[in-house]
Nanobody, 126 residues
Framework: QVQLVESGGGSVQAGGSLTLSCAASGFTSGRYCMGWFRQAPGKEREGVARVDRDGRTTYAESVKGRFTISKDNAKNLLTLEMNSLKPEDAAMYYC????????????????????WGQGTQVTVSS
């Protein structure tokens, strides 16, 4: 069973940086698409970034150029490096995964992610 555990959330001042981590297990066989999502109070869940089994990435326009998603398959670790943080980046951040069948499978807008972590809170103060 795939298990995901996020860490690294906290409070940071606007303009600062924070790196989130997602420790994954159950990835010894098969290849997965993984992503970061966030949800702020009163808002819908938003896809932040994704990385597929080939290492290709995509980002929400709101974070492009500021956030970097990466994964270390040897360590089963997904990270989200967040720079130049803005108050609007404050949210609960979730790590998610789905088996990746290749091609553009990972990047379908309505792709279902069956595996989720519990989330880690990010607060950005002005």
């Amino acid at each position: 069973q795939v298990q995901l555990v996020e860490s690294g959330g906290g409070s940071v001042q606007a303009g600062g940086s924070l790196t989130l981590s997602c420790a994954a297990s159950g990835f010894t066989s098969g290849r997965y698409c993984m992503g970061w999502f966030r949800q702020a109070p009163g808002k819908e869940r938003e896809g932040v970034a994704r990385v597929d089994r080939d290492g290709r990435t995509t980002y929400a326009e709101s974070v492009k150029g500021r956030f970097t998603i990466s994964k270390d398959n040897a360590k089963n670790l997904l990270t989200l490096e967040m720079n130049s943080l803005k108050p609007e980046d404050a949210a609960m951040y979730y790590c998610a995964a789905v088996f990746d069948w290749g091609g553009s499978y990972c990047f379908r807008q309505n792709r279902d992610f069956p595996y989720w972590g519990q989330g880690t809170q990010v607060t950005v103060s002005s």
